[in-house]
């Protein structure tokens, strides 16, 4: 069965004009004026007065976690299916077996949890450790597995940290295959200490995350990440950036010619420190690393520059929701509180009205930071992140004449909070379109579990580009 999508202004990262779209087989087949249906049983979509973007992708989700003694409150099912509703059609979540567990073992138990979800999937795989036999692992995941990007973290020690060391060793790998490492960048044996110091003094509450963990840590992880790969030519992507100090970083990187990508969520653009004096452990909910940072320090504002000049290119969710119970793991020491909120299907609400409604970008520019540019760096374009003929199907018709507002009683993840809470939105998704079949509908969710597909990637840079500079050309 086909789907005619009639007279809504189609919106790419290059593009804006009013066309017909017909789709079926879960690919865009026509675009133009005046299409008509091919089959009786065709659908149609009235879209005049409406936006049709291309499906949303989440260049950064946590789906069914094990993380901090607990697990992440939406498995795929629910989580693919919350994304939906929010226009989300593709998400990019992270396998990442423990310390010393074999690479591809950790990659069949995630697909079997991956499996369930409603919509498209792929996984950036973590590297937590290194051994005699890491590099060639990692060769196996992009050439045999079709995974084309590795995840680092640089804090969580005792857990999932790697050291300097280990990150040498993947930025080098990393470089050989062609493929990008994503980093999480705090410095680590600085949060443990202040944790270790904080908590000593009694200072138990969730008010006292963001002070073990200040800018400045952030600031100088997101350096040593930069040089590290510079060192060997890697591709790095610094996910979830949250202050100055970091844009400052990678600004001075890109202008120096580095190859590399920096990605926020819409929490940092939005949210202030504030949150964490909410009385009865509500703060809690916000805790998520890096902390959600002050309101007059500049970093909002680097943030949202950064986004408007093309220094930061993606904007992710890092979508990793618990409950409240589960956020009480921690009532008295705030560093056993797991780490996470959901966001996944406010996103694009939000940025249509904070982002694009309040001038700060265009709405080309936004499906470029949400869409095209995850897509691109991650090697899912142009079957995602587009809207073209031989595009996958993945589609959002969005009414911008509605308004609401954010909150959990609405939302569709298994969250009991919601960190948007009260956030007034302009515009709403009133159809998802996800391979061709419409998900979501006028407030109704019609998902079907296991309808995703697993995505294999390319590389999007060739090995020969990722060859270190000779010395003498070095960058600073
Ligand atoms: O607090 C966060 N961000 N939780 C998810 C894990 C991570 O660091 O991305
Ligand atoms: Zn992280
Ligand atoms: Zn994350």
């Given at each position: 069965m086909g789907l005619l999508i009639r007279s809504g202004e189609i919106v790419t990262a290059a593009d804006r004009y009013i066309a017909d779209l017909y789709v079926d087989e879960g690919k865009v087949l026509a675009i133009g004026a005046n299409l008509e249906k091919r089959g009786a049983k065709d659908e149609v979509i009235e879209a005049s007065g409406k936006f049709v973007f291309p499906g949303l992708v989440d260049p950064h989700v946590h789906m069914a976690l094990g993380f901090m003694g607990t697990v992440s409150a939406d498995d795929f099912e629910a989580g693919t299916a919350s994304g939906v509703s929010g226009g989300t059609t593709t998400i990019v979540d992270f396998c990442i077996p423990p310390r010393g567990t074999p690479l591809l073992n950790g990659l069949e138990e995630w697909k079997a949890r991956a499996k369930r979800s409603v919509a498209d999937y792929t996984c950036h795989m973590a590297i937590t450790g290194w051994n005699d036999h890491t590099a060639e692992e990692m060769r196996r995941v992009v050439?045999?597995?079709?995974?084309t990007s590795f995840k680092v973290f640089m804090a969580y020690k005792g857990a999932i940290m790697v050291d300097d060391g280990e990150l040498y060793q993947v930025m080098k790998q990393a470089a050989k295959l062609g493929a990008v490492v994503t980093v999480h960048a705090e410095n680590g044996d600085a949060i443990a200490l202040l944790q270790q110091e904080l908590i000593a003094k009694g200072?138990?509450?969730?008010?006292y995350h963001p002070v073990s963990r200040p800018s400045s840590v952030e600031g100088e992880a997101t350096n040593r990440a930069l040089m590290m790969a510079r060192l060997h030519g890697a591709t790095a992507y610094i996910v979830h950036m949250t202050c100055r100090e970091a844009v400052e970083a990678l600004e001075r990187a890109k202008l120096s010619g580095q190859h590399c990508y920096g990605e926020t969520c819409p929490q940092y653009l939005l949210l202030?420190?504030?949150?964490?004096?909410?009385?009865?452990?509500?703060?809690?909910?916000?805790?998520?690393?890096?902390p959600i940072r002050?309101?007059?320090?500049?970093h909002h504002d680097a943030l949202w520059r950064g986004l408007a000049s093309g220094m930061l290119d993606s904007i992710g969710t890092d979508h990793c929701p618990f409950t409240i119970e589960q956020k009480r793991?921690?009532?008295?020491?705030?560093?056993?509180?797991p780490n996470g909120a959901a966001g996944i299907e406010d996103r694009l609400q939000l940025l249509y009205t904070y982002g694009v409604c309040e001038g700060r970008f265009d709405l080309q520019r936004m499906i470029a930071l949400a869409s095209t540019n995850p897509a691109r760096i991650f090697g899912l374009y142009p079957r995602k992140g587009t809207i073209a003929?031989?595009?996958?199907?993945?589609l959002v018709v969005y009414d911008p004449a509605v308004s609401g507002a954010r909150s959990a009683k609405t939302h569709?993840?298994?969250?009991?909070?919601?960190?948007?809470?009260g956030f007034k939105v302009r515009g709403a998704p009133t159809h998802v379109v996800v391979n061709g079949r419409v998900q979501y509908a006028n407030g109704a969710l019609k998902v079907e579990r296991g309808a995703g597909r697993f995505l294999t990637r390319a590389v999007t840079r060739a090995r020969s580009e990722a060859t270190p500079r000779p010395a003498g050309a070095a960058l600073p």
């Open positions: 050439e045999d597995h079709g995974i200072d138990t509450g969730p008010e202030d420190d504030s949150v964490f004096a909410k009385p009865d452990f509500e703060g809690a909910a916000y805790v998520m690393s890096p002050p309101a007059h320090q500049g793991m921690g009532k008295d020491d705030f560093t056993k509180i003929i031989g595009s996958d199907a993945d569709h993840s298994k969250s009991d909070r919601n960190i948007f809470e």
